[in-house]
Structure formats: C-alpha cells, structure tokens
C-alpha cells in the first residue's frame, strides 16, 4: 500500500512570539518558495499552498509561487490548497495550472473548493448569495475545459464560450482536479457522484467524523461507476514537528492561537483559543498532529487507516513560525515521520 504524504501551508502571516511581529508577506512568499525545495529534497510527495486575499495570510495567487518552486524541484507534486474557484475565471485557472505542468514536467495539480474566507468576493466583484451556484458551474466548466481543447461553453455565472481553443496544454493526460471540503455531506455527495479526488480539512472536532463521509464517498463511487483507483481520498490537519515531544507542544500554542483569533474575530460562531482547547486537540483524540516524530508518525498513521487515506498532508505551520524551525520540521517529516509512515504501511 503506497501513502503519499506532503505538507499544506497558506504561507500565515501572524505575529511570531518571539517578537510580536509579523513577517512581511515579500519575505514570507520568499520562505515559502526555500520551503517547496526543503520538502523535495527530503522526499515528500506534494506540496500544496492555499489562495487568501487578507493580511494574515501572504499567499493570494498561490500559481506563481508553485511556478516558482516547480523550476527548483524535481519530484514534488505541486498543487493549490484550495484555488477558489467561485471568485476566479476557469479558462485562467486551467491555463495556469498547465504552465506550472510545464515547467514540472507533469508534476502539477489543482485543488479546488469554495473556500472558507469570503474577501475574495467583493474584491473581484461575485455575489455571495450565488456562493455555491458560482462554484458548481465553474467547477463544470473546470473540467469540460480538462477534457477538451476546444471549448463549448453556454455559461450563466460564466462567460460563454463558441469553440475557441485553450493553451496550453497539460502535460498530463489525466490531469489531476481534486475539490476539497470542511466536511459537508452534500459537497462529498457531489464530488463523488463526479468520480473525482477528494480531499478533508479534518482540522476541528473528532477526525474519526470523517469515516463515515469517506464511506458514504465510495459507496457512491461505486454505484455511479467510476474508475474507484482516481477516487482518491486526501487529508490535511493541522500540526508541528519537533525533536522533543513537549518543545513541540509549548511551542505551537502561540501561532495556532493567533490563527484562531483571528478567523474569530469575523465569525460569530468562532470563539479565542483557550490553552484547555488547544491541549484537547494536539491530545490523543484530537485534530491536530504535534508533537516528536515517533509521536506524529502514530498520529499519522492512525488517521490514514481510519479514513482510508491515499494521501495525508500535514498543514505546517498554522500561525507564523521563525523560518529555520520551519525547515527543521520539515526536515523531520521528510526523514524521520516520513519513513516510518511508509514502512508501516509497505507491510500492509
């Protein structure tokens, strides 16, 4: 049984404890194309970055960065975390994507969803009350332009499109379209009536929730068809990576907790982290996988044959971390949870 494992970032921009600055979004966007090379160095699968259009985060155009990494690496997949389609043209989308498939030699994806921020939105001028409408057709005409190079197109929330062709090309034939969701059974219902690869944000409550979507996911894989090999499932959660089990837990309350905030302060159904919360979750039963390696290989390991995973990406960090611990947990993942992750399940 092969597991890919990569890592999921959205390149945060939070005040580091340390200093109780930020780090400027041009430096972070710098950091993050050293951290694509790190993670392809030490043999990770996929490295896959999130679009956000608001001031904790550096990453609004995650493309350019990917383009960026895919001519410093060699093996990496590399993917969105997610591209939000609702906001954004397909047409541009597909070709960008394409370029970085280019540039990799086969090596890019695409990873769409709705997205859990609004800012996006009013910024390229879309009603939020067409949320879900504008995210199903783009996603369609996603696809249609996948298939075929010459595209027909009679759109609503889209522009149509009578025939004309869309370069340039990827390089791969199947090229991967994923959609991730938080969770909603309706959306996994739809991504699996599609046949396409899903991926979960198991980043709150019980991750064992998710069984029973991933369940429902296949099930309906199978009756409708599909090639049940490309229906990949995918998770991310959050977490860190230390050489000492407890460092790695005192240490990413800070960043994790800023995040939270943050997100709270615009969401009414969101409350602050408090220390009891934050110890629940990076806990036995909890979403978040910190801690030493032996510690998060476990963690991994369980979630990956809990949920029947193909892939795990472990999102790191949450909140800012200095640089140079950033990269010493990746150097982790890589070498040491990595590893192990992969032998447990060589013997399966």
Sequence with gaps: MTIELGITTFGETTRLEETKESIPHDERIRQLVEEIELADQVGLDSYAIGEHHREDFAVSAPEIILAAGAV??????????????????????YQQYATIDALSNGRAEIMTGRGSFIESFPLFGYDLDDYDALFNEKLAMLLAIREQTNLKWTGRYTQSVDNRPVYPRAIQEDFPVWVATGGNLDSTVRIAEQGLPIVYATIGGNPKAFVKLVSIYKGIGERYGHDLPKMKVAAHSWGWIEKDN????????YPTKQTVDNIAK???????MTKEQYLHAVGPDGAMIVGDPKQVAAKIIRLIKELQLDRFMLHLPVGSMPHEAVMTAI???????APLVRQHFAMQ
Excluded: C, M
């Excluded at 410093?72 to 989308?93: E, G």
């Excluded at 407890?246 to 309350?253: E, M, S, V």
């Design 72 to 93: 410093k690496t060699k093996n990496i997949r590399l993917s969105s975390a997610v591209t939000i389609l609702s906001s954004i043209d397909p047409v541009r989308v």
């Design 246 to 253: 407890q460092a790695a837990i005192d240490h990413y309350f």
């Design 266 to 272: 615009g969401r009414p159904h969101w409350t602050e």
């Design 331 to 337: 150097r982790l993942y890589g070498q040491e949870v």
